[in-house]
Nanobody, 125 residues
Framework: QVELRESGGGWVQAGASLRLSCTVS????????LGWFRQAPGHERELVAA??????????CEADSVKGRCTISRDDAKSAVYLQLSTLKPEDTSLYYC????????????????WGRGTQVTVSS
């Protein structure tokens, strides 16, 4: 059974930084892409950042609203993926999801087969 578990969310003040973590278990292969998505009430789920399967090396902070403030990384030895967001803004308030795809890389939510339950990030002004 594949399981993704996010952690690191919470309540922070605007301008602060936050690091989200996600551990992946149950996938038999290490060749999978990982992504961080977010969804705020009344909004569609959007891709924040994605990182390619090992040996590919591609990673991208896809959302225009986080470019320059975002870093995604993965540690395959720990089966983990991380999302670092800096200079947080109230509009970053959202439920953040970690997801895995059997593709090497994907910017599309529909191509991610496995999802965590999310971790809430709330940014106050």
């Amino acid at each position: 059974q594949v399981e993704l578990r996010e952690s690191g969310g919470g309540w922070v003040q605007a301008g602060a930084s936050l690091r989200l973590s996600c551990t992946v278990s149950g996938l038999t292969s290490k060749y999978y892409g990982l992504g961080w998505f977010r969804q705020a009430p009344g909004h569609e789920r959007e891709l924040v950042a994605a990182v390619a399967a090992r040996y590919n090396g591609e990673s991208e902070c896809e959302a225009d609203s986080v470019k320059g403030r975002c870093t995604i990384s993965r540690d395959d030895a720990k089966s983990a993926v991380y999302l670092q967001l800096s200079t947080l803004k109230p509009e970053d308030t959202s439920l953040y999801y970690c997801a895995a795809t059997t593709r090497a890389y994907s910017p599309r939510a529909g191509e991610y087969e496995y999802w965590g339950r999310g971790t809430q990030v709330t940014v106050s002004s």
